[in-house]
């Protein structure tokens, strides 16, 4: 019972935060996503200065029973979750952050708001395997070429979460891989950010599978406000300000917002948990790590192939007819993250604009839009193709002497001939540290209608342009081209050796850009009606139909002064990739709100109960079509109790990346691997090895990812101002798209039978002539004509092939987590002003991986990579008088470290508990001149705690905290001040 033992006490743990804490009232209502017609002037949200005074109500979910019944017709709502306007979601679980509730966290934008959810995960895509849609060390080559942001509901991945802004979809970002940017609009234009944690596809289509997420713009507002903010760290500064302006007239109105954003560079080396010597936390100094080392002077590289690695310093001053007797042994060592940042310099400017206008008393007519652009660039020590390492061919003056052998290899920078490896100093040596750019500019532009049809019925329709324009992994001017270099090093026109910088004229024979630019496009158009169909004794039958017609288009080009490092003559800038993809997507849907019982029936222990059935199917143009339904309703048994659940379908379709081989493939022709597979139909190149064709990167073949998801849940008011609810839900996601582990096909007989869909046997004849597919087996000779590849690596050539190992993205692994969420709110009212408690809180139940069809199901929860089980965050707010305080605690659990340094044991890693304090002044509008101000501090992980030591190594890479569920940053402070005129 040693599992349960941990289990009660994690219990008593976030007893005890609940007992100071609580959560989730009622939701507030979201805007009408269909543009409705505007309310009176001056009606509309207030301002941030007339907003209650903090304490910021806890985050709201699941209505009350009271606020579950049919909302009035005349106050045009329509939630998230539903396409029946003047209902709310029946069966699912939602959570609502209203205006007051974002400006009380004093963080600065929509997905830092987001990570307070203990439903919101930080683990990457696909375990450790895949990107980190986060920034902070993900830069360059790191994770996160393009340093964007995504939202990862439930641990499942980024790409199982829809985002939405006012209920629509929103163009991909993006360059190799794609994801939905989560910083999609300014805080300043936000009413409210809703939550359906719960499958979706029935309403919205792909991607709805652990959840969805939408941002409800202000829609009404009339003056002026303006706002400045500021945060401080430890390690550095992100300020900004932002304006809105808006104005009513009688039959429409008009509200813009501007935001402008700017962080200051935060280098890795200032903290000890990222620096390579992780000595004073009782790791390795890494400094000098195999073949990667940092160094103040040019150093001699020995190692490598099974031998240890040593290395030899050279004297400065040194440079042609060198002997290894002239070298020291050792290295003048430097940290290599006193040169990374961690988080780069960035800039950010942000726009959104609704306008809305009545032609008539049914119809009107509205535009939204939204624009960002983004430039961020991050420094590291080494040069973005290169690193440090420089490349001495044999014959080059400054080859040295007298090498052990452990020093000297064939190099395909020296067209297979021998060479040495020389550490440089790569700020001199290439006149400064490696620069990468990622700007990023995203434009939506929204149109449509909404009509009041007869008998009660609503038209809605819009069409939506979206363009993402992003750099990955772009070097402007500072990418170096090994092969022109070691050429020019061979000719001895460079010295390796140079403590002093090169002219611009030998820069110019080696350096240039590397970029890899991606246009991602989108078209949507949707029309739906919805009204009542007529009336059951439970009250009115209402149905929603509709179709959408969507348009996505990926435009990738790769460029680069590599692309003809075959030729170290040639260091001029060529396109290597140019490729354009797309899709259609026709789509229907229907929905139907059902109440079996009204509250005027009097049926005993039933107020109400209410049924939603839709159903959507969406025909894609690149891989077929798919049907999801969902079911869900709620039994209303009195005004204090609620019982709902819901089940359902969900898909997400693959990415135009995943599918595109244009995008990334790569074959590997003749690559010795070792067969342990016991198969007498794969032959062997040597003892052990097999010579293999591997092939990785994109598959067209690829279908959608499919999920089953369900829940049932309770909520109740026992008392006046107190509100539980809990909810159990349960996700199996299928046919997720993954890379299969290739390393272990042919490990053993057993691993050999379960991955044989990804195995092809090859005999070649003896008259193969490499280089004619002719002569090939049919086998190998079909399959490379069916998959070519972008990108062909020759080793021992297609003749020695004896075996076709197929590791392109496959639909081939399966998730199953289910779980509990808990929520409570009590708000009460004394003499010393208005109190809320709050409280909510995350319990992943199970969680187990099966990474290829038939295989094991591993349990990967509280596992590194994968989702804690527990996440909580709890509130005490307390206003009077127009002053405001809330303190917040937030809890992460405890869980494994499964990948300690080599030789050390698996450790337990402690659970994580941290207190943000805000504190919030307003002044009502007024005719004074700080009239409609409002002044926040917020001050993040009070007590200034710093993250667990987590010690860890994936492959030649170590770790000393972990990411996805602490933070390095210590006590930040978070200033605002706005004026509202």
Known sequence: MKGSKGFYQNCASLSAMLAMTALPAAPAAAQDATASPPAAAGSGAAPASDLPPAPAAPISTTPSAADQALQGEAQEIIVTGTNIKGVKPVGSETISINRAQILATGLPNVNDVLQTIPQVQNNPNGGGSGPVYRQGGTSGYGGNSTQGTAINLRGLGTSATLTLVDGRRVVPSGAASTFTESIQVPIAAIESIEVVSDGNSAIYGSDAISGVINYVLRKNFDGVEISGRDQLNRFNNQWGTSITVGKSWSTGNIIATYDYEYRQPFHAGESKFLRNDLRPLGGPDARANNATIGVSTPTLLVGGNGVPYSYYTIPNGLGTGLSFAQLTPGANLVDATDYNDFLGKQKRHQAALFFNQNLSDSFSVFVEAFYTHRDTQSRSYGNSRLTNTLTVCQGSPYFISGAPAAAIASDALCGGGLAQKIAVDPITFFGGPAVTKNPDEQISITGGMTGHLPNRWNLDAYWTYARDSTCG?????????????????????????????????????????????????????????????????????????????????QHLV?????????????????????????????SAFAELFIPIVGSDMHVPLMQSLNIDAAVRYDDYSDFGDTTNPKIGATWIVNDAIAIRGSWGTSFRAPALTDTNPQNYSSAVIGLPFANNSGRTDIGFAFPGNSSSYLLLGANSDLRPETATTWSAGVDVTPLSGLKLSGTYYRTKYANQIVSPNVGLFLSSPENAALYSQFITPVNNPASCVNGNPASYDPVLAQFIAAHPALYNTPVLGACSINVILDARSANAATTFQDGLDFQANYQMDNDWGHWTFGGSVTKILNQTLQTVRGGPKTDVLNTYYYPVSWRG??????????????????????YTNTIPITGQPQTKVPSWTTFDLGLTYSIPKGNSVLSGLRFGLNIQNLTNKDPHTVLTQSGNNYGAYDGSNANIFGRIFSFQITKAF
């Open 473 to 553: 992994i772009c070097n402007f001017d500072t990418n170096a081209n090994g092969a022109a270099l070691s050429q020019e090093i061979l000719a001895g026109r460079i010295n390796p050796y140079s403590t002093t910088p090169l002219t611009d004229a030998q820069y110019a024979t080696f350096m240039g850009s590397n970029t890899q630019r991606a246009y991602n496009t989108f078209y949507d158009s949707v029309i739906k009606l919805n009204g009542p169909l007529f009336t059951l004794p439970g009250g009115e039958l209402r149905a929603a139909v509709g179709g959408e017609l969507a348009y996505n288009r």
């Open 873 to 894: 965050r709890g509130q005490i707010g307390w206003s009077k008088s127009g002053l405001g305080a809330n303190l917040f605690v937030n809890y992460v659990g405890s």
């Open 558 to 586: 790769n460029g680069s002064n590599n692309a003809f490092e075959s030729d170290p003559t040639n260091n001029n800038f060529a396109i290597t990739n140019n490729s354009t993809v797309h899709r259609t997507t026709a």
